[in-house]
């Protein structure tokens, strides 16, 4: 490690400077240097990271794009599912309207037994009398049947 930091903050001449050359790093730097391209190499080098980082968008954005589609196809699928379930409007009015006759009728029913829960209350009360006229009652049916 101490020799890759040497080479790149100490620049050596001597009778081994052919060692550079067998490091396969340091030829494209060096092959640019003897073109005198450096400053376009640079370029092509920012051109090939920002081509990569494109290429991982466009894949980023592909991945959203699916998703979104598999979403949809879901929420398609659930609408199709609760549209079945739905009701229509004529069996909406129809179950309104029979609700409506339920509870009307149900009130009606809690009237008459309070009613009869009132009249029969009063029964014993009027036994005695009810006997009365039922004797009576009977008396006058008998002598119209005469």
Not at 43 to 59: G, I, Y
């Amino acid at each position: 490690m101490l020799r890759a930091l040497g080479a790149v903050l100490v620049e050596i001449h001597g009778q081994h400077d052919e060692r550079a050359f067998v490091d396969a790093a340091t030829h494209r730097a060096l092959l640019d240097a003897y073109g005198g391209i450096e400053d376009e190499a640079a370029q092509v080098a920012r051109l090939w990271t920002d081509r990569r980082a494109r290429e991982a968008a466009v894949e980023e954005h592909r991945a959203a794009v699916e998703r979104a589609a598999r979403e949809a196809e879901w929420f398609r699928h659930a609408v199709e599912e609760l549209s079945k379930l739905a009701p229509q409007t004529a069996k909406k009015t129809t179950l309104a309207e029979r609700r409506t006759v339920m509870m009307q009728s149900e009130k009606v029913g809690e009237d008459l037994r309070a009613t009869l829960d009132s009249v029969t209350g009063q029964i014993p009360r009027c036994r005695p009398w009810r006997q009365r006229c039922g004797a009576g009652a009977a008396r006058g049916a008998g002598a119209e049947a005469d």
